[in-house]
């Protein structure tokens, strides 16, 4: 029971760079979601997609670009890396996204130097 | 200033003891979701409450959800070490995106044998 995977689960990026954080779900789950946790912030949505081809910002979506060619997969990009954007990122997954249980991966701690 | 503010921040205890946490709002919310998170790994769902004035039992745990929709409660009966870990409340707030889900900041509990 695969569920949510995402990867890698450590990553350290100097400022500038460029890095893929990779979702995966294989419960054909049409909404999927991007998270970041930072302390004494609770998880506040970055992007999310309610089907292949879909996606729409969140809170705060600045400085993160998404793509949904398949209903398995969801990469978060970071296209030049911040240290603002150090922080844990988490996928999460339900069928419709509307009041349903959320699916959650095991995060990614990605610290920005 | 979060949506949804949860009390306290950190809670230690000794087990057997009697705890509440709570979760407010001045905005109503269709529903309202409790997660358990434990380090390294996503949330995960523990109960979802719908109506106003709802109670829920699951073992030792008890939701609540506010007569006017905009609070909840978790009660945790004779609390024992694998209660430990932070419990995130979460909400749709009515009018809103069905599909953002909004999470408070957290309770941190820590169980002592």
């Known amino acids: 029971n695969a569920g949510v995977t995402q990867t890698p689960k450590f990553q350290v990026l100097k400022t500038g760079q460029s890095m893929t954080l990779q979702c995966a779900q294989d419960?054909?789950?049409?909404?999927m979601s991007w998270y970041r946790q930072d302390p004494g912030m609770g998880l506040r949505l970055i992007h999310y997609?309610?089907?292949?081809?879909?996606?729409d910002q969140g809170e705060v979506p600045n400085g993160y670009n998404v793509s949904r060619s398949t209903t398995e997969d969801f990469p978060l990009r970071l296209l030049s890396a911040a240290p603002s954007q150090t922080s844990v990122y988490f996928c999460?997954?339900?069928?419709?996204?509307?009041?349903?249980?959320?699916?959650f991966g095991s995060g990614t701690q990605l610290s920005v130097l | 200033t979060q949506l949804l503010e949860q009390s306290p921040q950190f809670l230690s205890i000794q087990e057997g003891e009697n705890l509440t946490v709570y979760c407010n709002s001045s905005?109503?919310?269709?529903?309202l979701q409790w997660y358990r998170q434990e380090p390294g790994e996503g949330p995960v769902l523990l109960v979802t409450?719908?109506?106003?004035?709802e109670v829920k039992k699951l073992k030792r745990l008890t939701f609540q959800f506010g007569d006017a929709r905009k609070d909840s409660s978790l009660h945790i009966t004779a609390a024992q070490p694998g209660d430990t870990g932070l419990y995130l409340c979460?909400?749709?707030?009515?009018?809103?995106?069905?599909?953002?889900?909004?999470f408070g900041s957290g309770t941190q509990l820590t169980v002592l044998p």
């Open positions: 999460a997954s339900s069928y419709s996204g509307v009041g349903e249980k959320l699916f």
């Open positions: 419960m054909n789950h049409e909404y």
């Open positions: 997609s309610v089907g292949a081809g879909i996606t």
């Open positions: 905005s109503v919310f269709s529903s």
């Open positions: 409450v719908v109506t106003g004035g």
């Open positions: 979460a909400g749709n707030p009515w009018g809103g995106s069905a599909r953002q889900l909004t």
